[in-house]
């Protein structure tokens, strides 16, 4: 009875490994792209261009899934006369399947470090805090021809930060800045 149970076992692993073979490998890309982000709905404009640089590594497992770890410089934004340079540092898994035709579709999902990197100011911040926690998600397209690649994808890096002295004086029920900064990259890595 364990026999039975044990074979498709064993005839599983052997051809997850075998068609792993194919497609792992370590990586490294960069890119630069548009941003498009808010302040609690308010609009934080990009002042440089192109907005965002991004730099990334990670292993692909298999066909399906891989992990990479990513920095991204937002440049310069600016959202009510405040003034911030943004950046994100995380890891995230990387879920997709790659075609024959060497497309591949995915998604991110991931968690990181976020620094909001304000412009110094005595009495007015967009945030109290200037590091947070950040949700990393994003979703693309590559395509690859042999060991090079190039990447179109929309990243998203969600955080919530403590409220500025001065920045939501309007009114006083919004103690957060939430911060959503989105942004499309044009991507070329390459994988060993």
């Given at each position: ?31 630069a ?5 808010t ?94 926690r ?19 994808s ?39």
């Amino acid at each position: 009875m364990k026999i039975t149970r044990l074979c498709p076992c064993v005839i599983l692993i052997t051809s997850l490994s075998a068609s792993a073979d194919d497609f792992s490998g370590w990586h490294v890309n960069a890119g630069a792209g548009l941003v498009y982000s808010t302040v609690n709905n308010k609009s934080f404009e990009s002042q440089s261009t192109p907005d965002a640089f991004s730099i990334s590594g990670g292993y692909q497992l298999n066909r399906f899934i891989g992990v990479e770890a990513t920095l991204i410089h937002y440049g310069k934004m600016q959202v009510d006369g405040f003034e911030a340079r943004p950046r994100s540092l995380s890891i995230s898994a990387n879920l997709g399947y790659e075609l024959e035709n060497g497309i591949r579709p995915f998604i991110l999902f991931g968690y990181g470090a976020f620094k909001l990197g304000q412009s110094d100011s005595l009495l007015r911040y967009i945030a109290v805090n200037d590091e947070a926690r950040t949700l990393h998600t994003g979703f693309g397209v590559e395509y690859q021809l042999e060991n090079v690649y190039f990447r179109v994808s929309q990243v998203f890096d969600k955080t919530r930060l403590t409220a500025g002295i001065g920045f939501f004086e309007d009114s006083l029920n919004d103690k957060f800045s939430d911060i959503t900064l989105a942004t499309t990259q044009l991507t070329v890595g390459y994988q060993f």
